[in-house]
């Protein structure tokens, strides 16, 4: 299986809106309305930020949403502040019931 | 809350096997919907999924790795294990344990991750 396809990087400024694709195949985000988003920082265990494409679990700040279309999904951040910036990966569930991950966006606040 | 904490040697030398266990606290591994995960991350690099044990015993794992992966349960220690045969530099990352919720409507890696463990293979 291959991983998804994120962009290496994305910036915004403080209180802009910022989105970070994830591509993948029919096999996978296009299969099943199961893609989830993890933010990473430095040294720390990845958190769940959205769950079944658009679904935030509490305590998740709801500048966070999701959404997909087709075999693409998309994480959004409104009004970007300095905490957020990490790595963010989004995963899948597949149709041969293994797990993809993406290869990773570095979110940096400018 | 469910809390997951890895456990094994921090260096294994190079066509050796790699061992971690995984100890999951305040939940049960017998609970329905819970796949059992491994997943790692290689020094500045993206996440990798290693593989799953359900409670019942049924496992799925990555294709890349299936031929060197074993991932088994033991319910009498609420623990799950991972063996990673005939390593290499190129196995050396963060290794993490967590658990996968799936049902009919649902399917997700819930936000209960080990801190994850750092396993070096060198000689």
């Known amino acids: 299986q291959s991983a998804l396809t994120q962009p290496a990087s994305v910036s915004g400024s403080p209180g802009q809106s910022i989105t970070i694709s994830c591509t993948g195949t029919s096999s996978d985000v296009g299969g099943y309305n199961y893609v989830s988003w993890y933010q990473q920082h430095p040294g720390k265990a990845p958190k769940l930020m959205i769950y079944d494409v658009s679904k935030r679990p509490s305590g998740v700040s709801n500048r966070f949403s999701g959404s997909k279309s087709g075999n693409t999904a998309s994480l959004t951040i409104s009004g970007l502040q300095a905490e957020d910036g990490a790595d963010y990966y989004c995963s899948s569930y597949t149709t041969i019931s293994t797990v993809v991950f993406g290869g990773g966006t570095k979110v940096t606040v400018l | 809350q469910v809390q997951l904490q890895e456990s094994g040697p921090g260096l294994v030398k190079p066509s050796e096997t790699l061992s971690l266990t995984c100890t999951v606290s305040g939940g049960s591994v017998r609970s329905d919907s819970y796949y059992w995960s491994w997943i790692r991350q290689p020094p500045g690099k993206g996440l990798e999924w290693i593989g799953y044990i359900s409670y019942r015993g049924n496992t799925n794992y990555n294709p890349s790795l299936k031929s060197r992966v074993t991932i088994s349960l033991d319910t009498s220690k609420n623990q799950f294990s991972l063996k990673l045969s005939s390593v290499s530099a190129a196995d050396t990352a963060v290794y993490y344990c967590?658990?996968?919720?799936?049902?009919?409507?649902?399917?997700?890696?819930?936000?209960?991750w080990g801190q994850g463990t750092l396993v070096t293979v060198s000689s």
């Open positions: 967590a658990s996968l919720y799936c049902t009919r409507t649902s399917c997700y890696l819930k936000d209960s």
